[in-house]
């Protein structure tokens, strides 16, 4: 059988033009990729328009994103209070609810949290371990990142604990508590009603600070979390106030709760 024309080194004997170079797939890929290259540029010196596309403040970081619409839902809230004041205002002026009626509401009111509360207290903060913490105490490993950071259950057990002992009113930062309201954090950032916070958090509550101290002392999360303080350096810090005001919860009193589709 005679060699084929395509075969390397040799030429065709029989008649027809002769066979050009054949492209190798090698160089094929080399192409690709340069005019793959050549398109990148092009679509990056379109986008950057002469700006660091990898440094341009226009870009919006997810982190700055959630702090505008915390400082968002903060100015809502402090508008949704005026109107409410303004309301209620409105509503006494009336002169539709007698004075005994008046009287209970105030009373209602003033349980629900949502009138300022002045009276004796104390205060508890909470903050994150220096990041180049180690164990001060020999026995125990060293750090986790995990160690080093305030936890949901720990802000948890702090408010527990001054309900426990018999608090009259929680704020938590600048927020006043009500029966509703859920401490939550996602990550390193606590989340409460709506409005984001960094570390250190405080947690000031109203009522006998005697039995407040007991209650703290007494909490088996609180002594979880005494461990951490005494061997990574979590913060820890308890001050009695004197007399100090919470404010009136501001917020939106309505529930909101999933309904079985029909």
């Not at 700006?51 to 915390?70: C, H, M, P």
């Not at 001054?162 to 009500?178: E, F, N, P, S, T």
């Not at 990550?187 to 006998?208: C, E, F, H, M």
Request: proline content about 6%.
């Amino acid at each position: 059988m005679s060699n084929s024309a395509d075969s390397p080194g040799t030429g065709s004997t029989g008649p027809g033009p002769a066979r050009g170079p054949r492209l190798r797939p090698v160089r094929i890929l080399t192409a690709a990729v340069f005019a793959l290259a050549g398109l990148i540029f092009v679509t990056s010196f379109n986008t950057a328009k002469g700006t660091d596309i990898r440094k341009d403040s226009s870009l919006l970081k997810l982190s700055d994103l959630i702090q505008e619409r915390s400082r968002k839902n903060k100015e809502l809230d402090e508008s949704s209070a005026a109107l409410r004041d303004r309301v209620e205002s409105l509503a006494k002026s009336d002169g539709g609810s007698t004075e005994a009626q008046d009287r209970r509401l105030t009373g209602l009111e003033k349980s629900a949290g949502t009138q300022e509360l002045t009276g004796k207290g104390l205060t508890v903060t909470l903050n994150d371990a220096p990041p180049n913490a180690t164990a001060k105490l020999p026995g125990y490993p060293e750090p986790q990142p995990d160690y080093l950071v305030i936890h949901q259950q720990d802000l948890q057990a702090v408010v527990n604990a001054l309900w426990q002992g018999g608090a009259r009113g929680i704020k938590v930062m600048d927020q006043r508590l009500i029966s509703t309201s859920a401490v939550r954090c996602v990550g390193n950032t606590l989340i409460l009603q709506g409005r984001v916070y960094s570390p250190p958090y405080k947690i000031t509550a109203v009522g006998d600070p005697d039995s407040l101290q007991r209650a703290l002392a007494a909490s088996k999360a609180i002594q979880t979390y005494m461990v951490y303080v005494n061997v990574y350096g979590l913060g820890w810090k308890v001050t009695e106030d004197g007399a100090v005001t919470l404010p009136g919860y501001s917020g939106t009193v309505d529930l909101h709760y999933a309904k079985p589709v029909q």
